[in-house]
């Protein structure tokens, strides 16, 4: 059956007349008409009675009119999904994250996935918890890849657990030892990356107990292991930042350990743009092994 009669049929009956269709579907009175007269010539009976002011139903129209509504409805439905498709397949994903996940997790991540999607840009912002937090908000990240944000109505998929580690000089007493004590972070010369805006170590700290002694901050925490090594203080560190570089340090985890949890997280999933959630989606099952409930 012809969409547009049944448009026509049903906009008719909704307005109670082919005047009144005809402004709304851009039809000509007699064009509706003509249009609900050849469904009805299909089927072989009325579905109209026409009257001197308007037109009502029959009763074969009265059974045909639900399921005709129901009908435009699931056309409807089809270009929804159509729309909804074609955006998942293109446009732009803006991703936060930290510069140790950046560098060993989003990599492999990618490039499976824009094989899967060419048509989906991806940028990314290696960046502090603060500062990734703060993209989120405003909207200028889709979503991240961090430690659990302070917004705990943000979506949060954790997929991974990485602990935190003393960044020592070679030279320093701990550096023979297995595990450096937190607590003597107390008499420490500190060196802080992300110009002091590492809110991982800083929450640490303060769970403890500690106010550090900040010697030195510096932008990327590769310099800041660098510092270390030339003794000018000690770093704390997640040790996914250490992974794969080579420097003249002794990197040890802490007593007590330490772990920070790390995930995706955005603002809401169920909101978000068809090429966000696509992303998230595939990313959260490569990452844990299992899809989103």
Known sequence: MDILKCKAFVTAVNEGSFTAAGRIMGYTPSGISQLVSAMESEFGFSLLTRKSNGVVLTREGESIYPLAVEYIEKENEIYRAA????????????????????????????????????????????????????????????????????????????????????????????????????????????????????????????????????????????????MVGTGLGIGIMNEGITRSWQTDTVIIPLDPPSKIELGISLPSLDTAAPAVKEFVTFAAERLTGKPIQ
């Open 83 to 226: 729309t909804e498709l074609s955006g998942m397949y293109k446009g732009n994903v803006m991703i936060a994250a930290y510069a140790s996940i950046a560098a060993h997790t989003l990599p492999s991540l990618i490039k499976e996935f824009t094989d899967l999607h060419p048509s989906i840009n991806i940028q990314i912002e290696e960046t502090t918890k603060n500062r990734i937090e703060k993209l989120l908000a405003s909207g200028k990240a889709d979503l991240a890849f961090s430690s659990r944000p302070s917004n705990q109505s943000y979506t949060w998929i954790p997929f991974a657990d990485d602990r935190m580690v003393a960044v020592l000089p070679k030279d320093h007493p701990d550096a023979c030892n297995d595990t450096y004590p937190i607590q003597k972070c107390r008499k420490e010369d500190i060196i802080m990356p992300s110009e002091g805006d590492d809110a991982d170590v800083r929450e640490l700290l303060k769970k403890y107990g500690i106010a550090p002694n900040i010697r030195l901050t510096t932008l990327e925490n590769y310099t800041a292991i660098n």
